[in-house]
């Protein structure tokens, strides 16, 4: 059956362009998505820039506690918050020095200094751990002195002014260094320790000649491994993560929204083509019925059309995947290019999602045609012509059981839609909900299709037949429409009520009428916060840092957003009444916590809590309140205090300010304004921020659904296509019957309406499921969930599915009845 396979597909390609064209296209989705994120997930590895001339480095812990020789350790490693590193205890710089093989031990610091292009400062000792050139001048001698890196538009002897934590400080260029290092500058050691409030980033060990690295390695982990089990030993590459990288925070939302874009990829190329190749089979049943009557088996029958999916299979997917080394590029490129992954970001060779795709598609191929097969090949023969003349039933038990299931299965994810990975799980309740409605479309288009086609003439009641009569062909033709508006509509309209809950729910809980926000690139000093109390009328001013923690629960390891407070003055700018606890208790090593993560711990107030910090340290703070969980609101709030000794940047984001009747602006203004600050309304500072996170949002949006959504355009003129073509003997039969040309157009203008129509309308529906979902799972979080659908977009996406399906259906029509007018 195989060989009968091959020459019915050489005889019969034209009728397998269309299953060519989906599943090619659908390989070609699916593996540019999945070489996008192989490109995230397993870049080359970069060596250091930094550390570049010490053989072995030692740095803290890379997150969640986890070093990698901790064989207790999660499984996964959640990573450091972008912008901090662990640290290094003093005492372990001591014992490193007695390490064989040493020559010499390096104590590098970094502390926030910004100036330029740099962001930290170093001791003047640390431009050893890199190559370098002094361009100008020499190394600082004095705390006032510093060493730029160079391009610099300063000269020895010039004043610069350098951002610190404790404000705006006045030094002397000493001199100016290039190198290809990252920028920074270098200071006196006891003036990086005072920046640096004292902690250690890292201690580089400098091999003596002749020594190994990987001994000298070993050697120091033995040294640690009691009293600093938690400190990691880098060598080689491995030293790199030592180093900050800018690009982590991005890197990681880059993993999300490709993973995501790839799923729905997957997703979308298999619903597509078992749909295509399930209606090619289905309009090939006359065919099947001769070859039963000519005395071929069911056996043979499904053979031969499992042989022609294969080959079909086959070829789409090496055209796919050739096509896919297209995308990529330029997928990566327009992720870059808008600020969804680091800039130069672009994809390489690997072999497993070409791989992946291709076998994807092959076995949905299988599966579509393979379900048609088993219906056509099980007809007796005497039974043949009748099943080629008309559909028995659109709908099987399987249809029904799944049909009705899928759906169902949002219920258990919709609590998971209040979470921050929530636009991962709304678009898996967008796919259960799609499915489950297109796998009853035979029945529920029925008497929507019946409504939307009114009329006495003979084109309505031929129109009317069409729908009773063949209902499969119409759900195959509604359902690219159906994907394509629901995706579009359920995702966008689902993810702008999310974030309007969230921005919602973040202003109720904010009662502080203005705020002190960085004037420019540089952040705020610690010392903002002191200026403004001072000022007549501020009665609060609490500082505020984002970060995020880690917790275990369950046996795994859960990030959690967190912030930094001033805990008496929280109270007053914040309207977070705890369930249990006090505000005015949150100082020292304590925490509050937000109730779902009490529950799931069984803490309560005066529990210690078990938590790993921003820069990896475990701590055991004690419970002093347990709120309510808010949209817009962290899980976790920390004293100020630890955010000094536990972040890299101890300074804040901003600082929210409580004012009694009457309080001067200006004053305020006048305070903060030499500091770097600037003064800002915090219902205007949050519609700003709100703006910029909806374009984000936007963005990847479109990432994620853009290229599904092109394919499933694609797929809408291709089903067309296909349908209309399969109809020709229907339409020529017409024209005998005595109909004129310009009634079969209108007869097929108005089923492809009716498809397009009926199309939208579910898809309509999906996205108001999808709503009710969202609302459901976010009410009991906020005080108000907004609805926000982007009918614009909506009707956009409705008025290109229709003139897509009205022109891929009249035109090839128009196009046949004329050749056999001319013949």
Not at 60 to 69: A, E, K, S
Not at 99 to 127: I, M
Request: net charge positive; with cysteine; aromatic share 6%.
């Amino acid at each position: 059956m195989t060989r009968i396979a091959w020459h019915t597909l050489k005889a019969r390609w034209a009728s397998f362009a269309g299953s060519f064209a989906a599943l090619s296209l659908g390989v070609a989705l699916f593996a540019a998505a999945g070489l996008t994120l192989a490109a995230v997930i397993g870049g080359p590895v970069e060596p250091p820039r930094w550390y570049v001339t010490p053989s072995v480095v030692v740095a803290g812990p890379d997150g969640g506690g986890v070093t990698t020789r901790d064989p207790d350790g999660p499984a996964a490693n959640p990573g450091l918050p972008p912008g901090e590193r662990g640290f290094v205890p003093e005492g372990a710089a001591g014992a490193l020095s007695a390490v064989e093989g040493v020559a010499a031990v390096v104590v590098d610091r970094a502390g926030y200094a910004g100036f330029g292009g740099a962001t930290e400062a170093h001791p003047w000792t640390a431009a050893a751990l890199h190559p370098y050139r002094m361009t100008a001048g020499g190394p600082p001698t004095g705390d006032g002195e510093v060493v730029l890196t160079a391009p610099a538009g300063q000269r020895p002897g010039d004043a610069v002014v350098v951002a610190t934590a404790d404000g705006p400080r006045r030094f002397v260029v000493s001199g100016v260094v290039e190198t290809g290092a990252p920028p920074a500058l270098y200071v006196t050691e006891a003036t990086a320790a005072r920046l640096a409030g004292g902690r250690v980033a890292a201690v580089a060990l400098l091999a003596a000649p002749g020594a190994a690295p990987e001994a000298i390695a070993g050697r120091a982990a033995a040294v640690l491994r009691g009293e600093y089990p938690h400190l990691r030993v880098l060598t080689g590459d491995d030293r790199r993560s030592a180093e900050p990288d800018p690009d982590a925070g991005l890197l990681v939302a880059t993993v999300s929204l490709v993973g995501s874009t790839a799923g729905l990829a997957g997703f979308v190329a298999a619903f597509v083509v078992a749909g295509t190749f399930a209606f090619t089979v289905a309009q090939r049943r006359r065919e099947f019925a001769l070859l039963r009557t000519a005395g071929a088996t069911p056996r043979q029958v499904r053979r031969l059309v499992l042989g022609e999916a294969a080959l079909v299979g086959v070829l789409a997917g090496a055209a796919g995947c050739a096509l896919s080394a297209v995308l990529a590029p330029a997928f990566a490129r327009w992720l870059g290019g808008n600020g969804l992954a680091p800039a130069g970001f672009t994809t390489g060779f690997a072999w497993w999602p070409p791989v992946a795709a291709a076998g994807l598609g092959l076995v949905v191929a299988l599966a579509g045609a393979g379900v048609a097969a088993r219906r056509a090949g099980a007809v007796r023969p005497i039974e043949a012509l009748r099943e080629a003349a008309a559909e028995h039933r659109g709908m099987t038990a399987t249809r029904w059981v799944f049909g009705l299931a899928l759906p169902a299965g949002v219920i258990p994810i919709a609590p998971f839609l209040a979470t921050p990975e929530g636009g991962a799980y709304l678009l898996v309740v967008v796919m259960l909900l799609i499915l489950g409605c297109a796998l009853l479309l035979p029945v529920l288009m029925r008497p929507f299709a019946w409504a939307l086609t009114p009329g006495r003439g003979p084109i309505a009641v031929l129109a009317r037949a069409g729908v009773r009569a063949e209902s499969r062909r119409y759900a195959s033709a509604i359902a690219p429409v159906l994907v394509t508006v629901g995706l579009a509509g359920a995702s966008l309209a689902g993810t702008e009520t999310i974030s309007a809950a969230q921005a919602a729910g973040l202003r109720a809980q904010l009662t502080a009428p203005l705020l002190v926000v960085p004037a420019g690139e540089a952040r705020l000093p610690d010392t903002v916060a002191r200026a403004v109390e001072g000022v007549p009328g501020v009665t609060a001013a609490a500082r505020t840092k984002a970060t995020t923690v880690f917790d275990a629960e369950g046996g795994t390891i859960k990030q959690r957003a967190a912030w930094y407070v001033d805990g008496p003055a929280a109270a007053r700018v914040l309207r977070l009444p705890p369930r249990s606890g006090s505000f005015g208790d949150l100082t020292g090593e304590t925490v509050a916590v937000s109730s779902s993560m009490a529950a799931g711990h069984g803490w309560k107030v005066g529990d210690r809590a078990g938590l790993w910090l921003n820069d990896g340290a475990q701590s055991s703070p004690r419970v002093v309140a347990v709120l309510d969980d808010r949209l817009g609101m962290p899980d976790v709030l920390l004293p100020w205090s630890l955010a000094a000794a536990h972040s890299a940047v101890p300074l804040p984001d901003s600082v929210y300010l409580a004012l009694a009747p009457g309080a001067d602006r200006a004053a305020v203004e006048a305070a903060v304004v030499p500091l770097g600050g600037a003064v800002e309304g915090t219902g205007t500072h949050l519609a700003a921020l709100d703006e910029r996170f909806d374009r984000l949002s936007r963005l990847s949006l479109l990432a994620i659904l853009g290229m599904a959504l092109v394919y499933t355009a694609i797929a809408i003129a291709n089903t067309q296509l296909m349908a209309t073509t399969g109809r020709l003997r229907e339409l020529l039969t017409l024209r005998l019957a005595g109909a004129t040309r310009r009634q079969i157009l209108a007869l097929v203008g108005r089923e492809a309406l009716t498809v397009s129509a009926v199309g939208a309308l579910f898809g309509a529906l999906v996205t108001g499921a999808t709503l009710t979902v969202v609302h459901a799972a976010l009410s009991g979080l906020a005080d108000s969930v907004p609805t926000r659908v982007p009918w614009p977009v909506l009707l956009a996406v409705t008025a290109s599915c229709t003139m897509i399906a009205f022109t891929a259906s009249v035109i090839p029509a128009s196009v046949a009845l004329r050749r056999t007018a001319r013949g």
